[in-house]
């Protein structure tokens, strides 16, 4: 038996070496257009869908929307989703072409299958090693419910409002840019 047991922990820690020699050395893929490593999609999505089933929200979601958060879901969206999912006569731009796995191109892929705190989830953490970011520490709670229920929405049953954004982005302003944060040392400027 401690022969056995001994056996398994030396074959952990080789596959502990391989592994670290391999990230070490790069041969670990870090390029956003290389390929798949095996395995690495089935991991991905596997977690993630664990991930959804236990933090998700569930039912009752914190507010009931109305055509005008719809509409400013949509307004959001535009701001902020829609350079690289596309609005309604869109097609994917660079950024989309550029980013490992393809985003979803919601005129054609669209979210209305998935449970509000799903989408939700999606927005508001983003999903690692696709280049979705999370939106948390950058819209307030109430904007990523919009966003979730415009989506839920688009693109065959939305308030006129919102419908007349998903099809005509152009009247949407850009976002407000975020303020700039303070530099510190070492990070591009000198200390205060």
């Known amino acids: 038996m401690r022969g056995f047991i001994g056996g398994f922990v030396a074959a952990l820690v080789v596959i502990a070496v391989v592994i670290f020699v ?3 050395t790069g041969s ?12 690495e999609k089935w991991a991905s999505r596997t977690s993630l869908s664990a991930t959804l089933a236990r933090e998700a929200p569930k039912p009752p979601y914190p507010f009931t929307p109305t055509d005008q958060d719809i509409a400013t879901g949509a307004k959001l969206y535009v701001q902020n989703c829609a350079v690289c999912h596309g609005t309604a006569d869109s097609t994917a731009n660079a950024i989309a072409h550029g980013l490992g796995v393809r985003p ?3 005129a ?4 209305d299958d998935d449970p509000e705190g799903v989408t939700y989830w999606k927005i508001e953490h983003g ?22 229920y415009f989506l839920k929405r688009a693109p065959d049953h939305l308030p006129a409002a919102a419908e007349s954004i998903w099809e ?7 976002p407000t840019p975020m303020p700039a944060e303070p530099q510190t040392r070492g990070h591009g400027g000198t200390a205060r």
């Open 127 to 148: 999903i690692r090693f696709t280049g979705m970011p999370a939106y948390a520490k950058s819209l307030d709670e109430k904007s990523l419910w919009q966003i979730t």
């Open 168 to 174: 005509n982005p152009s009247q949407v302003a850009p």
């Open 104 to 106: 979803p191109q919601f």
């Open 22 to 24: 391999a990230v070490k």
């Open 28 to 39: 670990v893929p870090a390029r956003a257009d290389g390929p798949l490593m095996p395995g």
């Open 108 to 111: 054609k892929h669209g979210v």
